[in-house]
């Protein structure tokens, strides 16, 4: 996964398919993403885990309705006359972003042979979207192993028809277990669906900020959008590994 | 008042589980209260506190020709809702302009409602403060929303309602508007003259603190207080006939009598618990809101969903039914309709999505919008019904707020003039709660009681236009049947409460996905190249250049989603099980070498189809039952969440490719 994407997806073993096997369709041949999550064998351990990746989840969406605000915060610098510089307390998202439009406006001239931000992020930008649509368009195959015991199995088509395989004999605990992985693999899904709204959105916003002075059009700053608002969640990433 | 610890428990049922809505104990809900942020609103309510009259004290607000009439669009409003409802808005010019022209007022276009529009940025523009209401300022007493609450916020409604009288409608089709003028037009204009009959249904089921509490200290007092009233009124020859319809009485089959058999009362006066479900849950739009009677058995002798034949929905009210002119005040659960996220989320916490978008109930908008004749009004509760505020510190029946709207209807005054007494109990338990936060009230009691009983009246509201009354017949006329309206047909669907929508959207082809010309020209040479490219062939994107990764992830978006949109017609829920689960294969849609046990299939209408599972002795699996419910529950959510989320995504990116 590229550096620039959060890490909310890496909680699962998700093995995906090929871009060109993408269809709409529900039969056999329907390719399929694996979400596969090993829980830890204790039960309380693998309870815990479950509970850290909902917690990871709710902060991920905390962070996502705080972007609009962030960026209005940018507005309002700018509107005060303090323009897009740089801080020194700036946040790193921030920070990218700015630089991006730096970059964007032609104000910053890179050494020769330095490689072009924007085209990285263009690129970045490609490849989450591929594997957004990959992600939503190919049956969601939720597998829950406890101690590589195979819990559950719940394959759910994009349009929401969920088939469960149990085992006959699953205790109520294992049976808590891959219900609860299933609702975080889903929900997570969607977060990922609504990290592009969110994206879209931003581009609004980022777009306003430039459009006085650049006329720069909207959809043409979605992948910067799209690279500021995987920041913001990256930034999630960090502050979870310097409390953990 | 109760015990810290003690539950509180609201006027909702979940029709699914048969649980309350809400139950939270008072030390539980203080955290919550704490979390408030919109303090700043909340002092500017302390101007409506120390004020008992809304209107310039030389205006008399009964008279619209002194107290002035508008109505708000949306901005984006389709013009062919104006056109529908042009006769309720000539008629209402003619009564608002008689003596002054700036008394009557259409705000659409840039003058209306505006995305992201507070009461204040609204007012600005329109060049008032706050403060009494001057309708020589341009802005009318009586104000009119037309639109979703996803199009104007209830918490516009809310903001506004405190200095002005205000009211919202909003159709699916634009013969609803229609009726709708028309049945004001004809309750206004032609003489209707209804018995004066009040009718007061007040529920009580077994075992249920809840309905208890309204039917013994909200109903019933009310019964002998508008007994009172009307005793006053007789002797100037307009007494009223006051119908209480109690506890064992107040049946849905007696409800639906009220309602579909012809005779409906003048005002209607319901307390119950309302129906709430599920996020997505499909009978969420439908159903949330309809009144729970006295037929539910109560929280001890019933445990688990709701049977549909206690509670009265919309689909119970027939489309041949005739309410004309009447009046109806419900207290209940989103009896008015229900916002997309809970009003009660712990501070710190993102509040959690209840329905996939903020919505009216269904009920009352059937009501208002009959083909044969609509009710004028109906006065709800937007989210959870508090019965906390009848019985408030220490105050056994702290109802006068319902007493002196339903005693200002029998007088005939306009409903939106009648409710100012919540809006000034609202403003009044504002500018407490205010002083609480302010001194960092540790007194949890205080603070929970002073802000459930504030969120309690901030939230009714008035469905219909605010300026219609009661057209009871006055003294020495004799009452009359309802006429039954005719409203030639009109064709044509209101917009959805999300808009626009996405099919039509990516369906635009291919001027609404192109870029405008602008969109790169001010981009320096290394941008234009990259995003230029990203977006098609050439460096500078044009119509037909080959479509780049950005061109087609727009694409796929839009294929996606007409495709999701035609596929979530039914939903399929199969729960499977095996000895062995490393041989079981997932073939053409289900997992072969395996038993399936249990099978559900939703369709968009309902139609509910359930193969139960069954042990050796041909019991119920009670355990495979729960969770296979468990599973459908969640795909419902699931669903509805990823429809939300996509349509929102879609909007949003249609959004960015609009001009300007």
Known sequence: ?244 | MADASEKLYFNGINAVTGDYELALSAEELADMVQGIKDKQFLSELQNKSQSEYPLRPDKSPGDLAEAGWGIIFPENSDPAIQEALSELIAWRRDQAQAEEEEYFKIFAGDDGYRQGDTKDSFLSRHGIGPGMVDPERGVPYYLLLVGSPGEIPFDFQYQLDVQFAVGRIYFNTLQEYANYARSVVTAERDGVALPRRVSLFGVANEDDRATALSSQHLVTPLVTTLQKESDKLAKKGTGWKIDPYMAEAATKSQLSDLLNGGQAPALLFTASHGMGFPLGHIEQMPGQGALLCSDWPGPIDHRGPINRDWYFAAEDLSSEANLLGMIGFTFACYGAGTPQRDEFAKPGKTPNEIAPYPFLAALPTKMLGLSKGGALAIVGHVERAWGYSISWSGVTESITSFEVALRQLMKRFPIGYAIEAFDLRYAELATELTMLIDRREKDKYKLTGTWTAHNDARSYVVLGDPAVRLPTAEKDQTPADRPVIQVKSVTGVAPPPLSPQPQSTFNAEPASTEPSPSVTSALTPDANMVFGSLWGGSDTPKADDEPGPLKKFVERLGDFMVKMLDDTTTLEVDTYVSHDLDQVEYQGGKFVGAKLRVATRVTIDGDTKLCVPQDEDGDIDTELWAIHTAAVQQAQASRAELVKTAIEAGTSLFNLFKPG
């Open chain 1, 1 to 244: 996964m590229s550096d620039s994407q959060p890490h909310i997806l890496d909680r699962w073993q998700i093995v995906e398919p090929s871009t060109a096997a993408i269809t709409f369709s529900t039969t056999e041949t329907s390719p399929v993403a694996r979400w596969v999550l090993d829980l830890p064998s204790e039960e309380p351990a693998a309870l815990a885990r479950l509970q850290s990746l909902q917690t990871d989840q709710q902060a991920a969406r905390i962070a996502l309705n705080d972007v609009l605000e962030r960026l209005e915060q940018l507005t309002s610098e700018a509107a005060a006359g303090e323009s897009f510089s740089i801080q020194p307390d700036q946040a790193a998202p921030e920070e990218e972003l700015l630089d991006a439009i730096a970059e964007l406006r032609g104000e910053v001239s890179f050494a020769p042979g330095r490689p072009s931000k924007l085209k990285q992020i263009g690129g970045e930008f490609q490849a989450g979207t591929d594997r957004l649509f990959r992600l939503l368009s190919h049956l969601a195959w939720v597998e829950t192993r406890h101690e590589s015991v195979f819990l559950g199995r719940t394959v759910v088509g994009w349009s929401g028809d969920t088939h469960t395989l149990w085992r006959e004999d699953s205790s109520s605990i294992q049976q808590t277990l891959h219900q609860r992985n299933l609702k975080l693999a889903l929900s997570t899904r969607i977060l990922y669906l609504r990290i592009l709204m969110m994206s879209t959105q931003a581009a609004a916003k980022i777009s306003l900020l430039l459009g006085s002075s650049a006329g720069v059009g909207s959809v043409m700053v979605l992948p910067i959008a799209w690279r500021y608002v995987n920041q913001v969640l990256r930034e999630l990433d960090r502050h979870r590994n310097m409390i953990n």
